[in-house]
């Protein structure tokens, strides 16, 4: 069973030792430049630590877009020793129903961006109800849903 604990000055160092598998780095960025982000975003955003039998196996970041409104999920990304586990799957579940409690604000809405070339990944993100949002940024795809 995967849990999201908050990122704290407890935990930080161990996002900090996830590794992503080779030629992944075009996907997803490093945690220590989410981390960066998530400082600058403090009072719209919430990192978390993917936790699986007490150990971090990965990590994932929820900002709230008070301009749109929207909730926004950036960077999730499994170490690369922990991998096809069904983690991602698990954690992205709890996300949204972190989401679904609004702690930001009142929106309906979740955004994400995948690479367009990340199958495994958008293969997980259409499989929990995703649908293309009509943007696209270069090799990055919009992907949204609707949460209660």
Known sequence: M???RPITEENFLEAFN?????GQER???HPIRSLAQAYVYRNQ??????YAAGKMVGYVMVIYDY???EYDIWHMMIDAAEQGRGYGREALDRVIKYIET??????GRVALTCHRDNATALKL???RGFAPGGNEDGDEIELVMTVR
């Open 2 to 4: 995967v849990e999201l």
């Open 27 to 29: 996907f997803v960025s």
């Open 45 to 50: 955003c919430q990192p978390f630590g993917i």
């Open 102 to 107: 609004k702690p930001f604000g009142d929106s």
């Open 18 to 22: 996830l590794s992503l598998a080779a």
């Open 125 to 127: 993100y259409r499989d």
């Open 67 to 69: 301009d749109v409104p």
